[in-house]
């Protein structure tokens, strides 16, 4: 008398094809996918392991394996190939999404200890990249006009707002904002500073 479907069969009785068992285990056999599990696990393992290495890992993407079969053995097509075809197609997936998630993982710790890591600091440098500097800014202050260059130094040397510079100097802040603009543009000119 034979089990309805999604009942528990006496599997080891008689001698089943790995396709007949992932059969019975899209109808819900429980036997039949423990009778499949001991057929194929080793290989299935096998297989992880050569694409993992690590042991652990491969025990756990096993696990997700044989969770995704008993889930998924209505979609097993025995017209399209075998079962053990099917089964090592499916370990091996899960295996290579491991490996592309873990290199990710690894991407993405890199990228934020290079952005975390101090770079290296050459203060020897830094000083003369600031001399240099500085001495094209003063260069290119005193080509500007006596004005200009006392609204200029006053605000950005001073750190004045143009009103305090406009009385600093007694003149309308019209005329503080006109000689900060005019002095800008003739150092950006004199500096070769595109816009």
């Known amino acids: 008398m034979e089990n309805a479907p999604g009942t528990e069969s006496d599997v080891s009785a008689v001698p089943f094809t790995l396709d007949d ?24 393992l096998g297989l992880i392991r050569k694409v993992l290495l690590d042991q ?8 997700e394996v044989f969770l995704e079969i008993w ?6 097509e025995p017209g399209r190939g075998a079962a053990a075809s099917w089964i090592l197609t499916i370990a091996h997936r899960r295996a290579i999404d491991r490996v592309r998630a873990s290199q990710a993982g690894r991407d993405r710790d890199v990228r934020i200890g290079i952005r975390d890591f101090p770079t290296a600091f050459d203060s020897v440098a830094e000083s003369a990249e600031i001399s240099i500097e500085h001495e094209r800014v003063s260069r290119a202050m005193a080509n500007l006009t006596e004005i200009q260059r006392q609204a200029v130094s006053l605000a950005y040397y001073g750190g004045y707002s143009q009103s305090e510079v406009a009385d600093i100097l007694s003149v309308p802040l019209g005329t503080v904002k006109t000689r900060l603009r005019d002095g800008m543009i003739k150092l950006r000119d004199e500096m070769g500073v595109t816009s």
């Open 56 to 63: 652990a890992q491969s025990e756990e993407v096993a696990q």
């Open 71 to 76: 889930q998924n053995a209505t979609r097993f």
């Open 21 to 44: 068992l992932l059969g019975r285990v899209a109808t819900g056999d429980q036997q039949a996918f423990a009778s499949m599990y001991d057929l194929v696990a080793p290989r299935v």
